[in-house]
């Protein structure tokens, strides 16, 4: 029998404990022992859970807990998780967490103190969800040398653009239609200001990398700026637009990583990844791209991740699993202003096409009444993109949006 | 240092000591110890490859050779390979394997055999190539009751499927187009009569339900009598067609395991998966579906999946991975005449809409010119199918051809 503690009883801590209750049977056949959950901790009541005898309001109850050998961070936010997460660690316990934020913030001191315990620190739930992504890139692609991944990290914009995309929606109704069917907050703005898919894209680069990228040091757009027009636009230039996290390794051993919306063609596979599903593409040098997709979040799909890390801690509870990076001070990071892309671009003005052309050289273009112009350029460095756009812009030309195209 | 001995030194076998030579330095950080080829079997002499002077002809080399914890399999077929797998399991040396042919044949007898000697027998590469699924299945899916794997599992037939599509090329035309570029064999049988895309089924069937599942319990159809018509008229029903395997939990515990072409609509993510690529969807009853996606074949993909299990047996030298099955006798997989689906059928003759609609009720029918016409069904056991389509056969209505439908 192993013993577990559950620090946080909402959406995932409840779906951790019903899996665990539930499927007693398949996880005894997989480990061959009981996971028994000991202690759940939680400031509310839940007197009508079947563990109802097992709550607790007071952390040292758990820590002091020596037969507690694995415990679930599934509280959300900084703090006390990071403190709680760190004082279990450095008491010799495993720990499992779903929290991106935390992995994102503090990941490299945690894998740290894990490592110099010789204890497990694992956090598949924390991005994409149900999805399987931490282990598959960390233990099947360890045979590849990861030249970039791409993804559609956060299903509630993916929800909003779907509903954009396919049934000519605006941002704002989009956005109430989620928080109406529960797929966005009251407070959205760390969905669509692209914070959580920036934390994610964190995550994945520090491990495909090895040196920790902390969220402020990557450039992020949300979607709030997003337009029907662009939408509209997108299409007609054979894309769809989506919010993506990208880290692409450079010839140099610098890094680009960024979060941001970007036109997809149709025929890229993150293309049909709609609604509130996620999608993860990594192109490794022997595999070639490899996509995970399914469901990014929810309770039974980020529980059901989080009790197969328990799983993996129940049988390495003498071994440690190897996952770590090192702390990072982003000097393997390149400048947003050097960082390359294809532009799509909606002005207003007179002859923009031919303006446009005689800064950026070939472009594609797409002329609508009223002297509204959309067109795409070449790659180039953002800064120089920035650069012609003002020089567009002094030329009499009213830039209405710019979106990057992505080559995915 | 770990030694190893990879039997057979064809495509896989090449890719698989290329990987283990050229990222030596990763897999070194990965688990802190050195992985050295000692041996490499093959009848042939390769004198310009780098580890020349490894080589030998004579198993017994191998066999005998106590420093070899682990011994790779990639000679494909089904002997030798099974006798020289058995020997090395029962002498206590792990096995890694990417051959299909031999898990879809012996994994109950060699599963059990690596159970009793506590050793791992993995076989990553036999499903999906370069894609992450058996262990991803069988980790990060252990939390999930898995109710449906359904996947296009042979990138040969998926590439000459896609030329059919997408540029309206004939059968023959496409299947000497994927023979011309490598993708199809000489002898292309095993692919275009689905028996390969059958192994594979077989394996995920017998992993996710526990009981194996031999490639003659299987309907198998392949895609030799897919013609141009079908892929127009299917098109216009909203679907492509694909060869699928699919296997499916029924509520009386009984599986529901098929290969056959089958038409797949648009919107299902496995609609979008072309050309040589492979897709596999697993539907957990707490994740959801998830989809894998990438390259089926190939020399690095496949090798790459390949170290990825040797790896894990270099971490697992003194532990087993749980990865188990046992044998089956096919008494829990239903007669395929029970096997439910929704049909397609493509028909000529007087009447045939009004004819059809009196034998199967409500159906979608689309007529052409030449008093041909092609019409769904709704769902019914295939039995039931049959009778009636010989019904409306004896009515005076020729068949031209009939296709299952995926509700994938």
């Known amino acids: 029998m192993v013993s577990v503690a559950i620090m946080g009883h909402g959406v995932v801590g409840s779906g951790v404990a019903e899996i665990l209750l539930t499927h007693k049977q398949k996880l005894f056949a997989s480990i061959g022992e009981e996971i028994y959950i000991k202690k759940v901790l939680d400031l509310r009541e839940f007197p009508d859970s079947p563990i109802a005898d097992r709550f607790t309001k007071d952390f040292e109850e758990i820590i002091n807990d020596l037969e507690i050998r694995i415990v679930v961070e599934v509280m959300g936010g900084l703090h006390p998780a990071y403190e709680f997460v760190k004082r279990c660690l450095k008491a010799g316990k495993s720990v499992v967490t779903s929290n991106k934020e935390l992995v994102a913030a503090y990941g490299a001191e945690l894998l ?33 040398i990861v030249d970039e991944v791409a993804g559609i990290l956060n299903g509630t914009t993916n929800f909003i653009l779907t509903k954009m995309i396919e049934d000519g ?14 797929f966005a907050e009251r407070n959205p703005s760390a969905d669509i200001e692209g914070h959580d898919a920036c934390r994610k894209i964190c995550i994945l ?27 509209k636009y997108a299409e007609k230039f054979g894309c769809v637009i989506k919010l993506i996290g990208r880290v692409k390794k450079l010839k140099n051993g610098m890094i680009d ?7 997809v063609p149709f025929k890229s596979q993150l293309a049909n990844i709609d609604n509130e599903f996620n999608g993860i593409m990594v192109r490794g040098d022997c595999t070639g791209d490899v996509v995970f997709y399914g469901k990014g ?19 390495h509870l003498k071994q440690r699993r190897f996952l770590y990076w090192a702390d990072g001070k982003g000097d393997n990071i390149i400048n947003v202003n050097e960082s390359e892309f294809a532009m799509y671009v909606r002005a207003k003005g007179k002859d923009v096409a031919v303006k446009a052309e005689a800064l950026f050289g070939s472009i594609q273009s797409i002329n609508t009444p009223g002297k509204r112009t959309a067109f795409t350029t070449g790659k180039m ?7 012609k756009i003002n020089k567009l812009s002094a030329d009499g030309v009213e830039i209405l949006s710019t979106i990057r195209i992505g080559d995915l």
Not at 169 to 182: N, V, Y
Not at 210 to 231: A, F, R, S
Not at 382 to 387: S, T
């Open 112 to 144: 740290e103190i894990a490592r110099v315990e010789n204890v497990n620190f694992l956090f598949e739930a924390s991005v994409g969800g149900g999805i399987p992504i931490i282990r598959p890139m960390n233990q099947c692609l360890v045979a590849n």
């Open 169 to 182: 929606m605006q941002f704002r109704d989009a956005l109430r239609l989620a928080q109406e069917l529960g």
């Open 205 to 231: 680069a520090s491990m495909a990398f090895g040196k920790h990228v902390y969220p402020d040091m990557v450039h992020t757009e949300g979607i709030t700026g997003i337009t029907l027009e662009d939408v």
């Open 257 to 263: 990583i960024i979060t941001a919306p970007m036109l």
């Open 297 to 315: 979040a929810g309770k039974l799909p980020t529980a059901s991740a989080v009790v197969a890390d328990i799983v993996d801690c129940c049988t």
């Open 381 to 387: 460095p953002y800064g120089e993109f920035i650069k």
